[in-house]
């Protein structure tokens, strides 16, 4: 238990009483290195180095995180006014696919009715999505 596992490293490593997130390890390799990353930062914020920081930036190499984001072909992205929230999300979007929206190959359109260049309609799902009528037959 981690009780014992404690009591045995003494002062040397106080890490099982820190409050850190538990790491799940799954089959895909993507989530593998999400794991590994969260041992290795646990580790770390234990060592002399690093005792006094909360988080460390640590990246892995080749990791999704690390690289440029981009359509594989244009995308207009429409967020539809009557969809609460859903505007704010595709401007997140934008942003954690490029600085550039045209460089990463992403518009995003708010006009009322269905654009005829819509390739995606963003459905941002929460307790007031339906609560506008237009929302309901827009997703039709």
């Known amino acids: 238990t981690s009780k014992l596992l404690s009591w045995r490293c003494g002062e040397r490593i106080n890490f099982f009483e820190r409050h850190r997130p538990h ?13 590994l990353k969260t041992i290795v930062e646990a580790v770390l914020l234990c060592s002399p180095n690093y005792v006094n920081q ?15 984001l981009a359509f594989s072909k244009p995308c207009t992205l429409w967020a539809s006014p009557a969809n609460a929230g859903s505007l704010d999300l595709a401007n997140e979007i934008a ?8 460089t990463a ?3 995003i359109c708010t006009t009322d009715d269905r654009p005829a260049s819509a390739t995606h309609l963003l459905l941002y799902l929460n ?14």
Request: charged share 30%; with cysteine; glycine share 4%.
């Open 23 to 35: 790491a799940v390890w799954m089959r895909a390799e993507e989530f593998q290195r999400v794991s």
């Open 54 to 68: 909360t988080s460390l930036p640590l990246c892995v190499s080749g990791e999704l995180e690390s690289q440029s």
């Open 95 to 102: 942003v954690a696919f490029a600085a550039d929206r045209e």
């Open 105 to 107: 190959g992403l518009t």
């Open 127 to 140: 307790e007031d999505s339906f609560s506008d009528e237009r929302l309901a037959e827009q997703v039709k």
